[in-house]
């Protein structure tokens, strides 16, 4: 995700830019779209320099749907815990690199005692497809979520986890999961979310890293709108985020905890950067999520559950 504020900062969000953007909207918007979609993934080919391989017991897949087009496919990790009857975790990255520039955290995530859906979104990895779009990493999201579900038949065993842009496509996937339950009358299908140095909006993130008051959001295609869906997840929450994160400022994820429905929790990580919180918590990380597995599941109507708000340290 880093990338993608930097990148943000040093040329999307220039004057110059911006006002090419509102010029050029009405006559060249699918150029602009494609362009603005590159910058926000900023996607790396190949695989990250930290790689050292997959870990033994990991499992590559390859998941496809009918809707999906012939050069089409996700691929994906599995990566079972030692513990049959372990809780599930879906794994969804943020921008630039694929899986392999994740491997630390899923690793880190295992080491907590989860087993481990990781996927890469089309186009990122060795995934087929085009340039990826905020639709398209949704889509993609549900279709590593239905594998899960297979792969992990106890709801009550299942959670979705997100860093980053990822944070807001775990959002997304929350989100729909919670309104199915109202809809059906049926408990969630997951037994909680985790959200880790994300955002509010996309256009919120960045114009706070380019510290400008133009109107952003008005001609942005790209959304990820977390703060108005969170609201709507119907299960437990805990929401992470480093202090000293350079490029996503903590107070986005202050923001998302005051819009969500109890039972929720927010971990904030002194010293904690974008990437390293779950390293640096000193334990906290682990005991927040343990409390969310013991949380009691939300109902379709706004829960009772006190609100807990931790600091690490």
Known sequence: ?????????????????????????????????????????????????????????????????????????????????EDKDAPTLLYLHGSRWNLTGQLFRIQELRRLGFSILAVDYRGFGESRGALPSERTVNEDARTAWAKLTELQPDPAKRLIYGHSLGGAVAVDLAAELGQDAADSGQPVAARGLIIESTFTTLADAAAAVADTSLPIRWIMSQRFDSVGKIEEINMPVLIVHGTDDRYVPARFSEELFAAARDPKQLLLVPGGTHNNSMRVSGGRYQQAIEQLMESGTVPTTAGTTTPRKENAG
Request: charged letters at 20%.
């Open 1 to 81: 995700m880093s990338a993608l504020f930097l990148n943000l900062r040093k040329r999307w969000l220039s004057l110059s830019f911006l006002v090419a953007l509102v010029i050029g909207w009405p006559v060249g918007c699918a150029k602009l779209e494609q362009t603005e979609r590159e910058l926000v993934f900023r996607i790396e080919p190949g695989i990250a320099s930290w790689y050292t391989g997959l870990p033994a017991g990991v499992e590559e897949l390859d998941l496809s749907v009918p809707t999906f087009g012939a050069d089409e496919s996700l691929y994906a990790w599995w990566w079972p815990a």
